[in-house]
């Protein structure tokens, strides 16, 4: 079964750092996008950054853009988010998840993980 | 990178139809195919249950159908039962100059 297991959430001070991972299993990880969504508390859904299977290409919501960055490790499938400079308004769950298509671009998210909190706090 | 605009909330009675529409711009959802819905339960991930604008993926239920017309994209549950009560998001592809993805508002739907 396809699997994706976020993990290094938690609580960090404003204007402090945190590195998000994203544990993927059973598919060929190196051929798909792969995508960060989050969820603020009691809001919907906002795509954050998206990262093309060789992870040449990297893509950023203007609300990060120049404090996260996205990578991947195709040798331990593993995504990446490494948020800096973080806002009160960051704090969200955190889901990953895998595009349907292996063609490394975008199409549609077929498999979420469970997500990961975030809480940004003085 | 703006939000696709949802209505907050639909509700229905069991057995009923309900619609909820997904409107964008000519820059994502009118300019290709790529709108896909998501069924979301409180405190759970996101769920696939349209991709591709009409298209279900294997175990969604048939009463699930997705459609669109020009800027616009529609989910339609029939035969609401008390199960679709959940919260529903669209997504759609945006490109132009910076290729991303973009979410609706977020629809509640209530099965009184």
């Known amino acids: 079964e396809v699997q994706l297991l976020e993990s290094g959430g938690g609580l960090v001070q404003i204007g402090g750092s945190l590195r998000l991972s994203c544990a993927a299993s059973?598919?060929?990880?190196?051929?798909?996008?792969m995508t960060w969504v989050r969820q603020a508390p009691g809001k919907g859904l906002e795509w954050v950054s998206a990262?093309?299977?060789?992870?040449?290409?990297?893509y950023y919501a203007d609300s990060v853009k120049g404090r996260f960055t996205i990578s991947r490790d195709n040798s331990k499938n593993t995504l990446y988010l490494q948020m800096n400079s973080l806002r009160a308004d960051d704090t969200a769950v955190y889901f990953c998840?895998?595009?349907?298509?292996?063609?490394?671009?975008?199409?549609?998210?077929?498999?979420w993980g469970k997500g990961t909190t975030v809480t940004v706090s003085s | 990178q703006s939000a696709l605009t949802q209505p907050a909330s639909v509700s229905g009675s069991p057995g009923q139809s309900i619609t909820i529409s997904c409107t964008g711009t000519?820059?994502?959802?009118?300019?290709?195919?790529?709108v896909s819905w998501y069924q979301q339960y409180p405190g759970k991930a996101p769920k696939l249950m349209i991709y591709?604008?009409?298209k279900r993926p294997s175990g969604v239920s048939n009463r699930f159908s997705g459609s669109k017309s020009g800027n616009t994209a529609s989910l339609t549950i029939s035969g609401l039962r008390a199960e679709d009560e959940a919260d529903y998001y669209c997504?759609?592809?945006?490109?132009?100059?910076?290729?991303?993805?973009?979410f609706g508002t977020g629809t509640e739907v209530t099965v009184l």
């Open positions: 000519s820059s994502d959802v009118g300019s290709h195919d790529l």
């Open positions: 591709e604008v009409t």
């Open positions: 059973e598919f060929t990880f190196k051929n798909f996008l």
């Open positions: 997504c759609s592809y945006a490109g132009g100059y910076t290729v991303h993805y973009v």
């Open positions: 990262i093309s299977g060789t992870g040449s290409y990297a």
């Open positions: 998840a895998k595009d349907a298509v292996d063609t490394g671009y975008f199409y549609y998210m077929d498999v």
